[in-house]
């Protein structure tokens, strides 16, 4: 290759569809920074003397900022995918510094709503990254949407694991530079990525599934990677060369899908190229153009020409002009067809999803964020607790690498809907729960496991569904609508439930020794009780919402027993027969 050809191909790579995918797998891999809240909590409670209550709230508003995306999907609508990631990134980074300034004293310590406010806005930063680039590659590959967003979700359930690597290696075992970490690095890999992700009409690839079976297996290979790891760091002492050491080995095998997108885009390159080359060249001659014939006096141009496809689209135009925005709002379209954002939120089937999400991802939330104090009032070390969390965001990436590879292999295979996977998704928290309520010898482990595994199904199928019930046209705003229940769920789950039956047994433990809370710095519980009632209400919920969603599963029955991808192949068709016409008019 020479240098023209070197620079021709570089630019063709960087404008594809495979480096296009690389670059949102990095910025998932960056965006799941509020999987560690429950890291750096401790901190933020013992640094700024914080009871339960005001931690849990904090975390509410950690929650209702990542799951509120309803800013992010609307400037989607209205601007390019570049500056999206742009507010993202500066959001995160303002955010994130802003609470490790809080945290390290080097700015005065801040009242309460503006912590709550420094988390919604590093938090909300995901919706952003989740809309640029997430929204922009389930447009570009419509077919396989089930295992894109299973790959894209999977790195983001493994950013948390990821993470605890690179600051152990970077900062040491401080959780103070976590926040640090977290602050610059999302926001880095957004800005180094906002020319290269865009929307844009690619034929179908005839390696697309072998690709994304190869991402598939590179990602299997990065989280039994990142738990190996994260069990040898639980029984060893690890060096700091060591940390420097493994976190190498996980950004090498991080980097694996790009050799696999240089691969596949010198392919077609090379296809391309032989193309060209031979090409029979030809002459064009113009000739010059006949003088327009005019229509003879009294005669119309209809009359010359008859297009009643004209005249049928004129009439239907004039139809909708005459008809109030608002009044297509109950005549909803077909499902799987492209729905109105309000034909959408006002459905039946969006109403089964809310309910079903408030449940599942409010209890699934509430968890996570308490599991550092869950490990606490077990008795578990604080390095014990580290692991909790990088397990459960290690089990969160097989339930959604999970949820779109076998769910879209059950789906094309026997028709099995997508929807009665997600009941299945909300019974398996429960017992999660019920293990935290009761616990054992190491019960903690298999609730992380059970809770961070059905959460990433639930979060992952939640998106997939939305795309398949009501389209793609809205999609940015309407997958982000569509996890609003989380935050609300969250809130009433961990603040006015878990938070005040935690504070309740606290403060019944400060009785029980004489004291008041005025006399201790940090409100901390201690023992099996803390969370046992809470955890039971928990448990209770997550059945409600497997019970609600059976709903679901039979309206949507018959939709998911019909070919719903084919509108899609054949705009894909039409596409590829538009892109050989134009490439054989540049011959």
């Known amino acids: 290759m020479g240098d023209f050809e070197i620079c021709n191909f570089t630019l063709q790579f960087l404008r594809g569809r495979w480096f296009m995918m690389f670059a949102s797998f990095l910025i998932m891999s960056g965006a799941g920074a509020t999987y560690l809240f429950g890291v750096y909590s401790k901190t933020i409670k013992s640094t700024l003397g914080y009871d339960q209550s005001t931690l849990n709230l904090l975390g509410t508003f950690k929650d209702l900022g990542a799951n509120v995306g309803v800013l992010s999907g609307l400037l989607a609508e209205v601007t390019p995918t570049w500056f999206v990631l742009t507010v993202g990134s500066v959001m995160n980074f303002v955010g994130y510094f802003l609470i490790w300034l809080a945290v390290t004293k080097k700015i005065a310590t801040p009242k309460v709503w503006q912590m709550c406010m420094y988390l919604c806005i590093g938090a909300n930063s995901q919706n952003f990254a989740n809309t640029g680039s997430l929204v922009t590659c389930v447009k570009n590959f419509p077919e396989s949407r089930g295992m894109m967003l299973g790959l ?144 003879a006096t009294g005669q119309s141009m209809s009359e010359i020409v008859e297009l009643p496809e004209y ?26 067809e492209d729905y109105t954002i309000l034909q959408a939120l006002l459905s039946i089937d969006m109403l089964i999803l809310f309910v079903a999400t408030f449940c599942g991802l409010g209890c699934s939330l509430t968890a996570i964020d308490n599991l550092g104090q869950i490990g606490e009032s077990l008795g578990y070390p604080q390095h014990t607790i580290s692991t909790f969390v990088s397990l459960m965001s290690i089990w969160n990436y097989f339930g959604r690498v999970c949820s779109g590879f076998v769910s879209e292999k059950l789906l094309l295979k026997w028709k099995v809907p997508r929807t009665l996977m997600m009941t299945f998704a909300l019974l398996l928290p429960a017992i999660g729960n019920l293990i935290i309520a009761f616990p054992f010898s190491g019960s903690v482990y298999v609730a992380s496991l059970l809770i961070g595994f059905s959460f990433g199904i639930q979060l992952t199928l939640l998106f997939i569904i939305i795309s398949e019930l009501f389209g793609l046209k809205y999609y940015s705003t309407l997958f982000n609508c569509g996890q609003l229940a989380s935050p609300l769920g969250s809130y009433i789950m961990n603040v006015q439930i878990v938070g005040r039956l935690y504070d309740n047994e606290a403060l019944k433990q400060l009785a029980s020794k004489g004291l008041t809370r005025s006399m201790v710095k940090e409100l901390t519980c201690i023992g099996k009780q803390c969370y046992r009632n809470s955890f039971i209400i928990l448990a209770c919920a997550n059945i409600f919402g497997a019970l609600v969603s059976l709903i679901l599963v039979w309206r949507t029955k018959e939709y998911y027993k019909t070919d719903i991808y084919k509108r899609f192949r054949d705009q894909m068709e039409e596409n590829e027969k538009e892109m050989r016409m134009i490439s054989t008019a540049e011959k």
């Open 311 to 336: 005249a049928s689209n004129m009439e239907k135009i004039e139809e909708k002009k005459k008809v109030g925005c608002f009044s297509d709002i109950f005549k909803k379209p077909k499902r799987g």
């Open 152 to 295: 894209m979700k999977g790195f983001v359930g493994l950013s948390g694991a990821i993470f605890t690597q690179l600051y152990l290696a970077i900062y040491g075992n401080d959780s103070k530079s976590l926040i640090l970490l977290i602050s610059w690095l999302p926001s880095l890999l957004s800005l180094l990525s906002v020319f290269s992700i865009r929307e844009k009409k690619f034929p179908r690839h005839p390696n697309e599934v072998k690709v994304f079976y190869e991402n598939l297996v590179i990602s299997i290979v990065l989280a039994l990677l990142l738990m190996g790891i994260t069990i040898a760091q639980k029984y060893l002492n690890f060096s700091h060369s060591a940390y420097v050491l493994s976190a190498t080995i996980v950004c090498i095998v991080l980097f694996l899908p790009l050799v696999g997108a240089i691969r596949e885009e010198y392919a077609y390159w090379k296809l391309k190229m032989q193309q060209l080359k031979s090409a029979p060249s030809r002459v064009v001659i113009e000739e010059p153009p006949l003088p327009e014939s005019k229509p």
